[in-house]
């Protein structure tokens, strides 16, 4: 058990999202302008569609959305990343999933740091998408020898920082004074610092090897590279973003827009141009980075590994259309999808999306331990709901990246998912996201059958 006197991991994560969303806001205004299209759009869809949000979404509540984000950074070295898990880690984050993003022409792997208990989730759902560089994959050895020389010279975390994570693993836990440091501090490591590590022909050189080489290696620390706020109409959002002019991607990532949203849909802005120093700049020299951008997603039903399947399968189909096809991706897009069911029933009988049940009031009073759990369902004793998908998408993620690193840029690494050496790095396992949705799941039916078995004292227990 925690001390009484400690604040809460859930406590450390909430306030810790909400001073990185005053700093983005702050270093990059247009994800402000992001907050507000999305707190417009979300407030909408909840007054006037309160019946298909809580049918699709019914975690959905203002309270959630309107604080719930991801945001994103890359590291260089293993250290730097064992020291940003051992960060998260007391804000009660945990890294769930493996990302090979070398396939889609970017020289990183990654995970995400999260909650991971329901109850966490719900308190605040805050995910960290962490990349770390693949220097094996600069080719250049020289160039790689610099890139590993530059990084080793870095330290990301402050003093106090790692004191402050040093004392929390050792004493299970902070005090409030020690809590209110230790955000303050890491955040420091998540800021931009615009007096870069390199010279400007060591910057160009790195950024013709890969720009997001250049973006992790040139500067003093893994800046927050954007903040994703979430919203329930991603299309609505995207239209907005179009109607105030703010250059959004042409088109969304992800699955098309459905009855019942499954996985993750997102979008974002161009990356924004920020003045740098290099070391060695005379008075008013200087360059300009671009790296730091914004997006907006929208989350459905977290899918099984045969939904997975299917909708890898179909997004590839839309993105290599057959001869005679029109050509437009949204259009190709909607037509794949047809072939996914799109109803939740039929997405849980076809055990392609995962559900999370529970017992009716009229299962309360007229169930019974006996039958199936199809039956029950029939019967209107339990009801299914949709388990939000809580992770990312690497195609995604790579059209991201790639939108945001210019044009010309599209480099071939081959596939080469390192899972192991990332683990490695990382000094611990990743969860596997199947395996945690699977779980919840389970876990909901052990109660309904606990209730239904046991009906009378299942109806004592009923306070909602
Ligand atoms: C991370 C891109 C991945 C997402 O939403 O898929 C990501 C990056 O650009 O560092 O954030
Ligand atoms: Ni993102």
């Known amino acids: 058990m925690s001390h009484p006197a400690f604040v809460s991991p859930d406590e450390i994560r909430s306030r810790f999202s909400d001073a990185m969303s005053r700093m ?8 402000g302008e992001l907050m507000d ?13 309160p019946e298909a949000v809580s049918a699709t979404e019914p975690d959905a509540d203002v309270a959630r959305l309107s604080s719930e984000r991801h945001g994103a950074i890359r590291v260089g070295t293993a250290e730097e990343l064992r020291l940003v898990r051992r960060a998260f880690a007391v804000m009660g984050m945990e890294p769930v999933g493996y990302y090979d993003l070398a396939a889609a022409g970017v020289p990183v792997h990654s995970t995400a740091f999260r909650p991971i208990a329901e109850e966490a989730l719900r308190r605040s759902a805050f995910r960290v998408f ?6 094996d994959l600069i080719e250049d050895e020289a160039l790689r020898e610099t890139a590993r020389a530059t990084l080793a010279r870095r330290r990301i975390c402050s003093e106090p920082a790692i004191a402050l994570i040093e004392r929390a693993e050792r004493e299970g836990g902070l005090r409030e004074a020690d809590a209110a440091a230790f955000i303050e501090e890491v955040l420091k490591t998540f800021r931009w610092q615009s007096e870069a590590l390199v010279d400007a022909p060591t910057y160009r050189q790195l950024s013709e090897a890969h720009r997001l080489i250049a973006d992790v290696v040139s500067f003093r620390g893994p800046h927050i590279n954007h903040l994703t706020p979430r919203t329930l109409d991603i299309d609505a959002a995207q239209a907005e973003m179009l109607a105030r002019d703010i250059g959004a991607k042409a088109v969304i990532e992800g699955p098309p827009r459905r009855q019942v949203p499954i996985l993750l849909r997102q979008t974002s802005f161009r990356a924004i141009e920020e003045k740098i120093r290099f070391q060695g700049d005379g008075e008013g020299a200087g360059g300009t980075h671009t790296a730091r951008f914004g997006e907006i997603e929208q989350r459905g039903v977290a899918l099984t590994r045969k939904g997975r399947a299917l909708y890898d399968a179909l997004l590839e189909q839309a993105r290599q259309p057959q001869e005679g096809s029109s050509g437009d991706y949204d259009e190709n897009l909607r037509r794949a999808f047809v072939a996914f069911p799109d109803t939740l029933e039929a997405l849980r009988a076809g055990g392609l999306a995962y559900v999370r049940y529970a017992v009716t009031p009229k299962g309360l009073r007229e169930g019974s331990g006996e039958g ?24 995604s993620a790579a059209g991201i990246f790639q939108s945001n690193l210019g044009d010309g840029t599209h480099q071939a690494y081959a596939a080469s998912p390192e899972r ?6 990382l000094g611990i396992p990743v969860h596997d996201e199947f395996a945690l949705y699977e779980a919840l799941s389970r876990a909901s039916l052990a109660v309904v059958r606990e209730r239904l078995g046991h009906p009378a004292s299942g109806a004592h227990e009923v306070h909602s």
């Open 420 to 425: 192991a050496a990332f683990e490695q790095a």
């Open 372 to 395: 199936s759990l199809e039956d029950w369902l029939a019967r209107g004793h339990v009801v299914a709901e949709p388990i939000t998908y809580e992770d990312f998408l690497p195609v």
């Open 130 to 135: 962490t990349s770390l560089l693949r220097l």
């Open 37 to 49: 299209i999305v707190r417009t759009v979300n407030a909408r869809v909840l007054a006037d569609h």
């Open 24 to 31: 983005y806001r702050e270093e990059v205004p247009l994800y």
